[in-house]
């Protein structure tokens, strides 16, 4: 079972999030809101999307590649949270 099953609700609901966001820009553009709305809205959005992948990154990493249960020779944890780290930074 892979971690985005396991996370399934969860990673549904922020795409859902994400959805409504896209939507509500849509609405913006439509109704000719000022171009400062629509930005605001746009940048709601790609933190959003940032957020969702740092998320699944972060999940993969720790499932598939420092487990050492399931892969001996996994990477050092420690390491691992220090590219999390500067992934999650780059992501913002």
């Keep these: 079972m892979t971690h985005t099953i396991r996370q399934k609700q ?12 896209a939507e509500a820009i849509e609405r913006a553009l439509e109704e000719e809101v000022g171009c400062e709305h629509v930005m605001q809205l746009i940048a ?3 933190g959003a999307t940032a957020g969702l992948m740092a998320e699944v990154v972060e999940d993969h990493v720790r499932t598939h590649l420092v487990d050492a249960k399931k892969h001996p020779r996994a990477l050092n944890v ?11 930074t780059y992501l913002k």
């Design 78 to 88: 420690e390491a691992a949270d220090k590219l999390l780290d500067v992934v999650r």
């Design 10 to 21: 969860k990673l549904l609901g922020r795409i859902r999030r994400i959805r409504g966001q």
């Design 44 to 46: 709601g959005m790609r």
